[in-house]
């Protein structure tokens, strides 16, 4: 366990070992919370609006993660070497 000293203007010292293990950085963000007469200090990461997927698109990511879970999926190797073929079999129809 780790003690800080409170300072001036309510600013508390994070220990440097959680601090790394935390992955905190200068300027970063953290939120304050109580919880049951203590002080709970959690790290935050803001995002950006255009960052956040839409209902729609969480329910594909969503499916997908249950499709890896599964094991169904390609890799990005295979994917492409089918889509090679795929248009090769097309060029070669067209001629």
Known sequence: M????LGQRRQVVIPKEIWEDLGLEVG?????????????????RLVDAEDVLNPEEEAIV????EQI????????EKLEHE?????RK????TT
């Open 2 to 5: 780790s003690v800080s000293k």
């Open 83 to 87: 889509m090679e073929r795929t248009a």
């Open 90 to 93: 097309r060029r070669g129809k």
């Open 69 to 76: 879970r599964r094991g169904e999926y390609v890799t990005l």
């Open 28 to 44: 970063g963000f953290v939120e304050v919370e109580r919880v049951e007469g203590t002080v709970v200090i959690k790290p935050k």
């Open 62 to 65: 969503r499916r997908g993660e």
